[in-house]
Structure formats: structure tokens, C-alpha cells
Nanobody, 127 residues
Framework: QVQLVESGGGSVQAGGSLRLSCVTSELVYHRYCIGWFRQAPGKQREGVSSIYSGGTYYSDFVKGRFTISQDNEEKTVYLQMNNLEPEDTAMYFC??????????????????????WGQGTQVTVSS
């Protein structure tokens, strides 16, 4: 059974940092494309960053501030978020495509490419 469990959200002031974690099940991890998405109230879900065996992707609005990484032993994907801005306030979701097809230029940030989703973790950044 595919499972994704996020943690690490919270409330910080602008300029602060948070590290989100996504613990994955064995089935997902080995042929994976795992992405972080976010959704603010009244807005569409948008891709933040994704990672797969061939590399990483970032949205322009987080480049230079966020870093995605993985711990193979822990089967965990992290999203280190630095220099947070109020506009980063959203529910953050971890998503997985166990077959790895979602991680391609032009498609990695599309939610429809990911078949499995976690429950989300809230990030709130105050000014």
C-alpha cells in the first residue's frame, strides 16, 4: 500500500525557515517521482519542487530559497524552505508517481501526473 506522510509545517515569521518531511512507503520509493505541491485558500494547487533519480525540478518562485533532497535509508524526501515569505503560506502536500513518469520537463508540476498524495502539512508565514 502506498503511503505518504508529511510533517514539519508550522508558523514562522518572514525570513524564517522550515523543513518539511515526506516519509514514503517502500513501493513508492524505488521507481519514484516525488513532488511537493502547495495550495493556498482560493487558489489552485501548484507544483513547488520534485525529485527523481535523474535530478530535481523547482518552480521559479522558490528557486534559490527551497531545496529538495532525499534520505534513501529513511525513505524520506525533504523540502528545506529558507527565507520564507508571506506568499508561501499554504497547505503543502507530498505526492508520488511510483513509475517515475511525472518527472519530466513541462509536466513535473502538474498535479494530475501524481497518483498518490499525503494529507498535507500547513505552513503559515507572517509578515
Amino acid at each position: 500500500q502506498v503511503q505518504l506522510v508529511e510533517s514539519g509545517g508550522g508558523s514562522v515569521q518572514a525570513g524564517g525557515s522550515l523543513r518539511l518531511s515526506c516519509v514514503t512507503s517502500e513501493l513508492v520509493y524505488h521507481r519514484y517521482c516525488i513532488g511537493w505541491f502547495r495550495q493556498a485558500p482560493g487558489k489552485q494547487r501548484e507544483g513547488v519542487s520534485s525529485i527523481y533519480s535523474g535530478g530535481t525540478y523547482y518552480s521559479d518562485f522558490v528557486k534559490g530559497r527551497f531545496t529538495i533532497s532525499q534520505d534513501n535509508e529513511e525513505k524520506t524526501v525533504y523540502l528545506q524552505m529558507n527565507n520564507l515569505e508571506p506568499e508561501d503560506t499554504a497547505m503543502y502536500f507530498c505526492a508520488a508517481d511510483p513509475w517515475g513518469n511525472a518527472c519530466a520537463p513541462g509536466s513535473w508540476s502538474l498535479p494530475r501526473g501524481y497518483g498518490y498524495w499525503g494529507q498535507g502539512t500547513q505552513v503559515t508565514v507572517s509578515s
